[in-house]
């Protein structure tokens, strides 16, 4: 439907839950409360717990990396060419083997054929482990951490033979928020991102603004939240899709990041804030707004009840290693990994996809 009034994310929060009250018996929605970030999904028995797989290699020399951070990537066996990366950005206190195995990245790769490159970010850069997206420094085009990942793309693409029309790029938290630098200080590199719990470009400059920004977004209007990443960036060209999620009781990044999130990339694809339409997926609110083509430009999500971290919908024992809950990965009932690999065209025939498990 379309909206005739603009409605901040509190009001769209009490039209949902009216809205799913109603329908509560036509759809069943039957998902449990989130549960705790370290326990395992309860239609997982911890005898099938499948065992970590450590699939991430490192790649010592990717360039002059002048942001020091490690660089992982997972490729499958028999990548063709011209497939996609994934670019994917773990969150504070976090590595990249534990975000993948949470998220279930390279699971997704081989089973859909596309390669994925992680950032790591080092003790010596932060102790918390943070990429550190409130730093000038480290998110200006060319220089810093930005610069780094940039160069792993470049890796990737010189040793691959990776599509440059397709890259794409996720991160949760700080991840999340140095995903919106990326495309931000690079519209012309990634088609797509999807910020999960971040916090929009430009959101603070120190760490005492950065702490700030987390517990409430600063006040500026569309177009001043919209003209912060148009100057990140020279190039004149379209923007990327934007894909945001948050949880609604997320006390470490404030929701009102997802409102100003919302506002800046709405901006700057020159839409309105009340056109858009609205779906349920997984009992969760998810809104869109496309542009003038009917492609979509922006997609909100918001987790009814999450609290700070990645959404998961743990998969049924198996062998394999996705959507596992753990620190800052929460079973929600719904996959981000999932939707936004889907949303994003990653897809594989299945008969191929069972080929290259077993070859595995």
Request: aromatic share 6%; charged share 20%; net charge positive.
């Amino acid at each position: 439907m379309r909206s005739r009034f603009k409605l901040s994310l509190s009001d769209m929060l009490r039209q949902h839950r009216r809205w799913e009250r109603t329908l509560a018996k036509a759809v069943k929605i039957t998902r449990k409360a989130v549960v705790s970030a370290t326990s395992a999904p309860a239609s997982v028995p911890a005898t099938a717990k499948p065992k970590a797989v450590h699939r991430l290699e490192e790649v010592k020399a990717f360039g002059s990396n002048p942001g020091h951070l490690r660089m992982l990537r997972y490729v499958p066996r028999g990548l063709q060419k011209k497939s996609p990366l994934v670019v994917v950005l773990h969150g504070c206190h976090q590595t990249a083997e534990a975000y993948d195995q949470g998220s279930g990245w390279s699971t997704l790769a081989r089973e859909r054929g596309f390669a994925v490159v992680y950032a790591e970010q080092k003790r010596s850069n932060n102790a918390n482990l943070c990429f550190n997206w409130f730093r000038p420094s480290n998110v200006a085009r060319d220089r810093g951490e930005v610069m780094s990942i940039l160069q792993m793309v470049a890796k990737m693409a010189a040793t691959h033979g990776i599509d440059r029309k397709r890259v794409f790029i996720t991160g949760l938290s700080a991840g999340g928020a140095m995903t919106a630098a990326m495309l931000a200080a690079y519209p012309d590199v990634f088609r797509a991102g999807g910020i999960i719990a971040g916090l929009p470009y430009g959101a603070a400059r120190d760490v005492q603004r950065a702490l700030a920004a987390m517990k409430n977004a600063p006040q500026r209007t569309p177009q001043e939240w919209g003209d912060l990443v148009r100057a990140a960036s020279s190039v004149k060209r379209d923007f990327p899709t934007v894909s945001i999620w948050h949880g609604t009781r997320d006390h470490t990044v404030s929701l009102s990041n997802a409102e100003a999130l919302l506002q800046q990339w709405l901006d700057v694809h020159g839409l309105e804030r009340d056109a858009f339409t609205q779906s349920a997926v997984d009992g969760h609110i998810r809104r869109v707004w496309k542009n003038a083509s009917g492609k979509m430009a922006v997609e909100l999500y918001l987790i009814e009840g999450m609290g700070h971290g990645t959404p998961l919908k743990p998969r049924p024992a198996s062998r394999v290693r996705a959507d596992t809950p753990g620190p800052f990965m929460l079973n929600a009932g719904i996959s981000s990994s999932m939707h936004l690999a889907t949303a994003w065209g990653l897809k594989k025939p299945a008969l191929l996809s069972a080929l290259r498990q077993a070859a595995e």
